[in-house]
């Protein structure tokens, strides 16, 4: 079993800056590729980033290209999303996703490879 915890989310205004973190427990030695989805209210759950368990593969939808950055910690158990000029339709709940037992370099970005959620968290961007 892998826990995951996500913190960072609130209600911001369009434009600004926010990091949501999410750290991993539990089956902590095995590899495992790290990302984010969301979650509008009434939608269905969408890939947002990607990290592979090295870090050296990531992977974005095209709605945050150049707007978002995922990270790893240096523990590898930790993962970050940086969401800079954040607009309205950013709104959602913010969901840390796991996939276990990887090789290095894949990158997960449908919800049915997903092994392990967080709970989420909500991000509110007002214009």
């Known amino acids: 079993q892998v826990q995951l915890v996500e913190s960072g989310g609130g209600l911001v205004q369009a434009g600004v800056s926010l990091r949501l973190s999410c750290a991993a427990s539990?089956?902590?030695?095995?590899?495992?590729?790290m990302g984010w989805f969301r979650q509008a209210p009434g939608k269905e759950r969408d890939f947002v980033a990607a990290i592979s368990w090295s870090g050296g593969s990531t992977d974005y939808a095209d709605s945050v290209k150049g707007r978002f950055t995922i990270s790893r910690g240096n523990t590898q158990n930790t993962v970050y999303l940086q969401m800079n000029s954040l607009k309205p339709e950013d709104t959602g709940g913010y969901y840390c996703?796991?996939?276990?037992?990887?090789?290095?370099?894949?990158?997960?970005?449908?919800?049915?490879?997903?092994?392990?959620w967080g709970k989420g968290n909500l991000v509110t961007v007002s214009s």
């Open positions: 539990g089956r902590t030695r095995s590899r495992y590729a």
């Open positions: 996703s796991a996939k276990l037992d990887v090789n290095n370099d894949y990158v997960p970005r449908r919800v049915i490879c997903i092994d392990y």
